[in-house]
């Protein structure tokens, strides 16, 4: 995993650029600290201060996983998962022992989900 800072600014533009208003949020997380790099007004309505924090909390314990599972499957490093849910879909990247990105987007994209991800986490990992 990383060891230095990724370049968060080239992250949040590149997926601006492919997703347009496809894009719903983009947030930095370091242990128990989140940044909110980008969220489009009508997303950043929908959720109380409180809720951002809980969400924070579960990105933690997603990132205390990735370990647990690359040990399980054996199958190499873990670089990120998808969340489907019925209004957006959640990308999950650990870029160190104790951060990442979680990107969301609407669930129609004008691109492949995998390709973007591979994309995002190719750019993030490359300045680290």
Same mark, same amino acid.
């Given at each position: 995993m990383? /060891? @230095?800072e990724p370049d968060l600014e080239g992250v949040v533009a590149f997926a601006r650029d492919e997703l347009g208003e496809q894009l719903r949020a983009v947030d930095y997380f370091e242990r128990s600290e989140y940044d909110t790099l980008y969220i489009r007004d009508d997303v950043a309505g929908l959720y109380t201060e409180s809720q951002f /924090? #809980?969400?924070? =909390?579960e #990105?933690?314990?997603n990132l205390l996983n990735v370990h647990f599972f690359e040990e399980l499957y054996d199958i190499g490093e873990f670089h990120y998962s998808v969340r #489907?849910? /019925?209004d957006a879909l959640l990308i999950f990247l650990p870029l160190s022992e @104790?951060?990442?990105l979680v990107i969301s987007t609407e669930v129609e994209l004008p691109t492949?989900? =995998?390709d973007f991800a591979e994309a995002v986490f190719e750019r993030a990992m490359a300045d680290t």
């Open positions: 990383a /060891e @230095t /924090e #809980r969400m924070s =909390v #990105r933690m314990s #489907r849910f /019925e @104790t951060g990442g492949s989900i =995998v």
